[in-house]
């Protein structure tokens, strides 16, 4: 019997610290007017300091294991869509893993762009299909603010920061996430890009007087773009669903531009009504905006079960990517629920404790590895340094010359000399 992937639990977290767009115009050329009739943006949440990707999406992930009534030590998976992760390893993912308690699940990032929603949920709707996982929580969280230019006014003026996330549960049921439609074009990847930080232009003092570092877009293009593929996708991944477009109860769509959006829906010939829409409120929260707007339209009474959903994104890479999505469960009653989150709330608790106390524990035995070994030492016997940087001599195989050199392809080593050489060269020798 085949399993289904049903959503049965969803949250949300955006920061307390709002952003107008008459504060922004106060910081660049720029006006309320302006940004509104271009993007329909009004304002957007901003981080503080200590507000970070996987903090946001910490809190978004507990509150829909709340909904979900699912303990964390039975989550089988985790995926993380987002372009501002914690750190460049390891991947957010894991440490929102260790935050949860959540002991037996794989974890891991995905980055496409303002789609990396689309994307994770795909991935993750799969591998519960094909069996390999019950359960999976998909997240969308960004700081967008660490990467936006704050003096360039084409760009500053668009996006927010926040998380949204999804638990994913597989079930015998028909309905749940029906289709996927993914897509890419690379060669309009300079569309949109943060140049710097990268192994091709690691950071340096030039790369940062340049500021390389921050987000670079071709608004124009990627408008056209974004016009281009949106209803199309959403098109697609509704006949693969086999539902036509007048079954769509409700289209959640990225919240980048109010004209976007409004494109996208005259293509699919919806009533507005069907159309959600929050982003005069966070901006553009890239891979956060579809999870968000989600849990607000249940919030808001919007979702029923049976209903069919359709997300649909677009972003950097260039990508996009649409899901039809069966509503499937009832959404539960919230007051149900205190008895619930109490208890959910000691044990996040006691994983935090134990997280800290895994910690100390490392750094001890770390510690400890580090000291001499209490044992005679005997005088007779040259001691011989061991360097943990430089690989143990290896003879065979003739993948080491006598100095003890190692390189990890014995086809670029001259054997004799034990220096690198031309391949192209020697083949032709």
Known sequence: MGFYAHIVGWGMYVPQNVVSNNDLANK?????????????????????????????????AKEALDRARIHPTDVDLIIVATLTPEHIMPATACLIQDALGAKHAGAFDLSAGCTGFVYALSVASGMIRAGNAKVAIVIGSETMSRIVDWEDRSTCVLFGDGAGAVVLQASSEPGGVLSTVLGSDGAGGNHLIVPAGGSKLPTNIQTIAERQHFMKMN?????????????????????????????????????????????????LKLEEAKVYENLHKYGNTSSASIPIALYEAIVEGRVKEKDNLVFVGFGA????????????????????????????????????????????????????????????????????????????????????????????NPDLVDIESSEPVDSAKKNLN
């Open 317 to 408: 890479g260039l990508t996009w990517g649409a899901t039809v999505v069966q509503w499937g469960i009832p959404v539960p009653d919230q007051e149900r629920q205190k008895w619930y989150r109490a208890i959910r709330t000691l044990y996040y608790r006691w994983a935090g404790f134990t997280s800290k106390i895994g910690w100390l524990l490392l750094r001890l035995e770390s510690y400890l590895a580090r000291r001499p070994a209490l044992l005679p030492i005997d005088e007779d016997t040259p001691s011989q340094p061991i360097s943990p940087l430089v690989p143990p001599s290896i003879s065979s195989n003739g993948r080491n010359g006598d100095n003890g050199s190692y390189h990890p």
């Open 28 to 60: 660049v050329d720029t006006s309320d007017a302006w940004i509104r009739s271009r993007t329909g943006i009004q304002e957007r949440r901003i981080a503080s300091e200590k507000e970070t990707t996987a903090s946001m999406a910490i809190y978004a």
């Open 219 to 267: 608004g124009p293009e990627v408008f056209r773009f974004a016009t281009r593929v949106m209803g199309r996708a959403a098109k697609e991944a509704c006949e693969q669903a086999n539902i036509d477009l007048g079954e769509i109860d409700l289209f959640v769509p990225h919240q980048a531009n109010t004209r976007i959006i409004k494109s996208a829906t005259k293509y």
